[in-house]
């Protein structure tokens, strides 16, 4: 009974009779997967070059940081910086990094991680990358209910902020209620994400149309996305929010990983689906709306950040921990570069990862191509 | 090569032949207490939306056998393959696993206790043989259990058994249509559940594959004791595989029981609408459906039927 198996296909190598292949680990290519198992039959699975990826942008997205702070109109080194960080600095020193500077990387730091969290996230459920929060609609979405507070209510910058969020709620929403049928399923997500998307840019563009000239400019400024004069009241909180929702999220990963190979595999596993997929959507939403309610719509990260992370890490699956921390240290390394560039507070950090992500994008579409995906 | 099913249950009285009394047209509906088999529908009413399936179909799942189900197309074979594993929740009517209504239990239960290999599953990009079949292991771990010394053994096993071993390090997308079969079946393995649904698994592959996917079935329900439940197109491998056959159409059970007992030229045309005669199979002495020319169809068709 054995043999038709071995010899089914010319395609698999010939293998001699042994069974030397059964010693081998099982865990896909080789040794990249550890497992911790402890006496009272507790086991925890690493992946060893994903946890490499996740430190090293750790490490890039914390230098990256310590630089920012050091950059600006009155530069500090870095030595100086990471003395004022703990708390033994001078007093001008320490007015400038902790006051003026830090929160602004902090709300840096968290706004990119919540993008590539919910990126990865949406990419994950629709099964495609084009299913980011970018392309469906949520950040215009956030645009529009900052608009309605900039331009019909000449709102203070609190209500703007609450109108994005609202914004962005209600779009999510909107989205995951038109795309129901029998359950979400990945096109019909995406493509409804465009549609509302189509629209929602189409009232924007309206409201624009209605505002004056000084609500106009400080729509436009909005809505490229920028990290310019934000404090602690933006810090607390996102950083609130994001300890309540990335362990809910990543509590919820392995069953996402199982809704990767189709719901009806995911069934057959074990996984309640429709449950699974409206927790993480909603946590998506609530992550990318806040995340877009403090910095406005930054461009292209929560497209790019999982899909760079997946390449990085190589693995498959979501990748959820290094799409967040990509995005973190792609959204400081846009910020430092814009500032660097053109000086500070002169290029919105928005301007700059939608040009790093179209060229990600366009390096990602010849790319795939090559490889005879697309 | 020992295939399963040639001997069925049949009640020894040799070949049989076009000729053997029909004797009702729904001999083999009662013939099984459902409330013994571990997994049964009753009297459920199938429906996606409005568009009803089946109404009141009774069927159960005989324990330890190889059921196969068959039908022409659009009879509503695998919308009850989908109710049996839970993913089509039935209108009316209830499907029972171990004696309790399969909806009402834990998610993760009825993955340790039933498989299903569906129609359509995605290979997620750039994941290899050994890790898909691994993620078989999902009902069987938890956030602190994530990977076992039992897990790694039942994946090996499986992998083994399904004869991918040695494509373990391979991304799944680089195989052909009939090594990425083996290794979805080798993931439904890898669950361990004692019954196990397979959606028409030799669907798309080339003959040698079919059989190859076949005789695998036919090893676990003969080696390993797995009680399997197939949709199948080709009613010749169903008849020389299954130990239990039901034939539907139309979303009613026309006739279920061993293949040598129920599968006659008037079963198939009733259920296929097709005349032919079944002869025995040389190889297993199972029946054999030998449709009938066309010529023999059109114009003298109750001849062909007659002569057997």
Redesign the interface.
């Given at each position: 009974?054995?043999a038709?198996?071995?010899e089914?296909?010319g395609?698999?190598?010939p293998?001699p009779a042994g069974r030397e292949?059964?010693a081998?680990?099982?865990?896909?290519?080789?040794s990249r997967?550890r497992?911790v198992?402890t006496g009272g039959?507790?086991?925890?699975?690493v992946d060893v070059r994903a946890s490499a990826v996740v430190v090293l942008l750790l490490v890039a997205a914390l230098t990256a940081s310590v630089v920012l702070i050091g950059t600006g109109d009155f530069p500090i080194p870095a030595g100086d910086v990471l003395r004022t960080l703990l708390g033994d600095g001078d007093a001008g020193q320490e007015f400038i990094v902790n006051e003026l500077r830090l929160p602004r990387v902090l709300v840096g730091l968290l706004v990119g991680a919540a993008l590539g969290l919910g990126g990865a996230l949406f990419q994950a459920v629709s099964?495609n990358p084009l299913g980011s929060p970018d392309v469906l609609g949520l950040g215009q979405g956030s645009t529009a209910g900052a608009l309605v507070m900039i331009v019909l209510f000449s709102g203070s910058a609190t209500q703007v902020t609450v109108g994005a969020l609202a914004g962005g709620l209600v779009t999510g929403l909107a989205i995951y209620v038109l795309a129901w049928k029998?359950g979400v399923h990945g096109y019909r997500l995406v493509l409804v994400g465009i549609g509302v998307s189509a629209i929602v840019t189409a009232v924007n563009g309206y409201l624009i149309t209605k505002a004056d000239l000084v609500d106009a400019t400080r729509a436009v400024v909005w809505m490229t996305g920028s990290l310019n004069g934000r404090d602690w009241s933006q810090v607390w909180p996102l950083l609130g929010l994001c300890a309540v929702l990335v362990p809910l999220v990543l509590?919820n990963a392995?069953a996402l990983?199982?809704l990767?190979?189709?719901d009806?595999?995911a069934?057959?596993?074990?996984?309640?689906v429709e449950r699974t997929r409206l927790v993480l959507m909603v946590a998506a939403v609530l992550l990318t709306a806040s995340a877009t309610a403090a910095a406005g719509p930054v461009g292209f990260v929560a497209l790019t950040a999982p899909q760079l992370a997946r390449r990085l890490t190589?693995?498959?699956?979501p990748n959820l921990v290094p799409a967040m921390c990509m995005g973190a240290t792609l959204l400081v390394v846009a910020d430092w570069a814009s500032q660097r560039a053109f000086g500070a507070d002169q290029l919105p950090v928005g301007v700059v990862t939608g040009v790093l992500g179209g060229v990600y994008l366009l390096w990602l579409l010849v790319t795939e191509r090559r490889a005879g995906r697309i | 090569?020992n295939a399963a099913g040639s001997t069925g249950t049949g009640s020894g009285d040799g070949p049989h032949m076009t000729t053997r009394p029909h004797t009702t047209t729904r001999p083999h509906t009662t013939t099984r207490r459902s409330a013994v088999d571990r997994l049964s529908a009753e009297n459920v009413t199938l429906a996606?939306?409005q568009r009803v399936i089946a109404e009141q179909l009774s069927v159960g799942i005989p324990d330890n056998s190889f059921t196969v189900i068959v039908g022409p197309n659009a009879c509503g074979k695998s919308t009850l393959l989908r109710a049996l594993?839970?993913?089509l929740k039935p209108q009316r009517g209830r499907v029972l696993l171990d004696g309790h209504v399969i909806q009402s239990m834990p998610?993760?239960?009825?993955?340790?206790t039933l498989?299903?290999?569906?129609?359509?599953?995605?290979?997620?990009?750039?994941?290899?043989v050994?890790?898909?079949?691994?993620?078989?292991r999902?009902?069987h771990?938890g956030?602190?259990?994530?990977?076992?010394?039992e897990?790694?053994r039942i994946?090996?096993e499986s992998?083994?058994s399904?004869?991918v071993?040695?494509?373990?390090?391979r991304y799944v997308d680089e195989?052909?249509g009939?090594?990425r079969q083996?290794v979805w079946i080798a993931m439904?393995l890898a669950?361990q559940t004692p019954l196990l649904l397979l959606d028409e698994p030799t669907t798309f592959l080339d003959i040698?594959?079919q059989?190859?996917v076949l005789?695998?079935c036919a090893?676990l329900h003969e080696?390993r004791g797995r009680t399997l439940v197939a949709v199948l197109h080709d009613l010749n491998h169903a008849a020389r595989y299954a130990t239990h056959l039901i034939a539907l159409r139309d979303g009613s059970v026309i006739a279920q029981g061993a293949p040598a007992d129920i599968v006659t030229a008037e079963l198939v045309e009733e259920v296929f609408g097709l005349r032919c005669q079944v002869i025995e199979d040389p190889e297993t002495g199972t029946p054999l459906v030998v449709p009938a020319a066309r010529r023999s169809r059109t114009a003298a068709a109750p001849v062909a039927v007659a002569e057997g």
């Open positions: 009974m054995k038709p198996h071995d089914a296909d395609r698999s190598r293998v292949q059964e081998r680990a099982v865990s896909g290519r080789g997967a497992t198992r039959g507790l086991s925890v699975r099964r029998k509590g392995r990983r199982t990767e190979m189709g009806d595999v069934y057959a596993l074990g996984v309640r190589r693995s498959p699956g | 090569m996606y939306d594993s839970r993913m998610a993760k239960k009825v993955a340790r498989g299903l290999l569906p129609q359509s599953s995605i290979a997620p990009d750039g994941i290899t050994g890790d898909l079949v691994g993620r078989g999902y009902p771990q956030l602190l259990r994530q990977w076992s010394a897990d790694e994946v090996r992998m083994a399904t004869g071993a040695e494509l373990a390090d195989l052909s009939g090594q083996r439904a669950q040698q594959h059989i190859d005789d695998l090893e080696e």
